[in-house]
């Protein structure tokens, strides 16, 4: 046998082998991430989308139901290929394989970008599997070269590069095994999610009056898909409902261990409040306002007899994450703090804290809406540190008066002449009771409000002003409550919320 041949064989084997360890490592991440698509995925829908209709309606007539498992069978076959070739240019030329994959992971990385919805996260099993290939491929082909080089004694070399081939072979198919079975367990969950039928949770209706009818302006209620995110865990818990309980301990009379039956059996409450982060900078986007359905955290509290000096509430999410929370503000009857099952007339979505999380108005999410709640220890601020204090945020955190200038868009430009502006504004728990705006630093104008509905929810605000041609700025401020209009004073969202005017820039044309 031509010993160069056999070798070069081997060699492909070594580029098949790292190509579908790294397939299997970038799979599993993307399962473990739930992120929506996997390269793969993303590669297959990317053709999809680019194929004309007519080819596509024909390959369904042809193919039928076949259609997709043959175009991901075509996809791993081409890939299949090209690692091996991968394999056999880099017992020469290294630098080629890199090239082979290079081009390879830019195609992903255009399929996944273009995806609607991309997230950033979404790239994540991208690199895990090139890194992957990289990492496999020069372990592998080590022992090769000591071969070629005639560094190993003849055929020690090959050995073992046929033992690591087979070790990284089995690691491949355990880690993709692995993440089907995470993946797995996340349709589980979901399917019991969709199958809650919840008798305590309600249908929201929009009350009259809120919306002022403006396009471009944000919708008064945030629908799921909307409502933004934010959470430390990289793999979002995915929770069976009949296995979750919440732990009520700490400076408590008795202990409470409550199931999701538990809560689902007791008294509701439902409302409508607007939730935001503390990290949202002036104008940003990391607010929204849904319907919430849970058990007052006050009667649960009661039931568990909150003992003299205890100033706090620390709560523990399944993924460990952990948030303190003043005990004033959950036992007073004048403020719904809830347990929420429910959020826009639906069991929580899975990425919203499914099966249960904290809701308490006039808090930012860091100090109070604990996300897969798990555990609550009744205690004292002074006995603990929650997860962001010692990260640089402060330990309580009230909301700031805010208010957002929604349309014209930012740099935008629009017809000269009367140019109808809007937006929202929200100091939850205090309320909104006056909104102006200021057109190139001129005098305040008031804005119209969108009905009030209570002090926990945003407000939708609109004024006409009269604009001439040319660029302009437009400024906004709200007053809350209590009288005090938002202070122009410029802070940045560390240690406790931004604050200072959304300002925007737009220009007017005749
Ligand atoms: N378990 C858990 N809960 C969490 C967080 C988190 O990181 N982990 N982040 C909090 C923060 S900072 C905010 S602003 C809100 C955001 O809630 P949402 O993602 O439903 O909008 O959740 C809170 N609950
Ligand atoms: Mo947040």
Redesign the pocket.
Known sequence: MDPSRDSRGLWALAGLVAGAAGLATSYAAGLALTVRQSPVVAVAEWIVALTPGPVVRLAIRVLGFLDKPLLIGGILLVLGIAFAAAGVLARRRPWAAVGVYAVLALLGFVAVVSRPGFRSLDLVPLLVGVLTWLGVMTWLTRSLSADSAGMASAGSGRRTFLIRAGVVALLAVGVGVTGRLLGAGRRTVEASRRLLRLEGVSEPVVPDGVQLGLQGITPWQTPDER???????LAV?TIDPAQWRLRVHGMVERELLLSYDDLLARRFSEAWIT?????NPVGGE?V?NAWWSGVPIREILEEAGVKAGADAILQT???G?T?GTPLETVTDPQRQAMLAVGMNGRALPI???FPV??IVPGL???V??????VDIEVTRFRDFEA??TPRGWSERGPVKTASRIDVPAADSTVPAGPVRVGGVAWHQHSGITGVQVKLDGGPWHDAELGSVLSVDTWVQWAATLDVPAGEHTLQVRAKDGAGVWQTPVERDVAPDGATGWHTIAFSAEE
Request: with cysteine; aromatic share 22%; charged share 15%.
């Open positions: 409502f933004y995110l934010i959470h430390t865990a818990p939730l935001n982060c503390v990290s990391l929204g999410s399944e993924d994450w948030c990425e919203h804290g999380r904290m930012y999410g860091f109070s809406a604990t996300k897969w709640l997860y962001w």
